[in-house]
């Protein structure tokens, strides 16, 4: 089996065809990382939590890595990697990114209700706000296998 | 849809049912995270690997975090969390450990290939030697979809 970096297009693509990575922070160098969903446009990665660690460790540390793939076989697959920094979608400053982070995300709406029921079971509380964030992308690469003949 | 904790006995069980994971590391605070295939056993996680970033980064931070999960579908999933110290089975020192090592990570022998594979094309060397390390489990913690009736 044969691995090659992949092109910045073919990062991109696999970026828009999954919902599901692994975002890693980290604070105090103790790394944290965890499943998450995702929606992917022009540069920028935007996400749906709540409150909670990885959100705590973000707000202190901006700086993230976010990986993603498509595992068909062990000799079939392509992994993306991408480090960025994280972007909190407040209002006001940011109200309309955040409402187009809520459409681009409610494409893949069966996720959002993974941190929201999880927060819940946690607090008991039924009116969580649900926060937005983006990371944008800082540099992008990939690796994926070649089949050979 | 409910999510719950999982007790430490069935985090375990399902660190010795899958052996892909995803491994994060940090360096001044810098993440990164890969994908990785692994061996649990008895509060270790054993894995393979070659030099490379995540080595360099391992051994100068050796706090790592490692994620696992089981996907059926969006509302039906277990996911691991898993905070460890990383030690190199390098020999002497290692040598009975970085055998123990091979032996249970040549169940999932197929993934072995892959950083072989990788670092040949990036340097053409056929002689790169492996690289064993076990992470020490600190923490282990794990929450699961429970269905409802």
New interface residues.
Partial sequence: ????STSLKECEDLLRRVS?G??????????????ISFAYEAACLYFFSTAGKKIDCMRR?P?????A?E?VS??HWT?V?V?GTFVELQEPQYTEQKEHARQLLSQTA??W??PL??RR?HTGDLAIEPLFFRVDVVSMTG?RTVSEP
């Fill in positions: 089996m044969r691995i090659t599901i692994r975002i890693a922070c980290s604070l105090n160098d103790q790394p944290y990382v965890v499943p540390n700086r993230v890595c976010v990986q793939d595992i062990p000799n992994s990697l480090n069966q996720w209700l993974t029921a999880e079971e690796l």
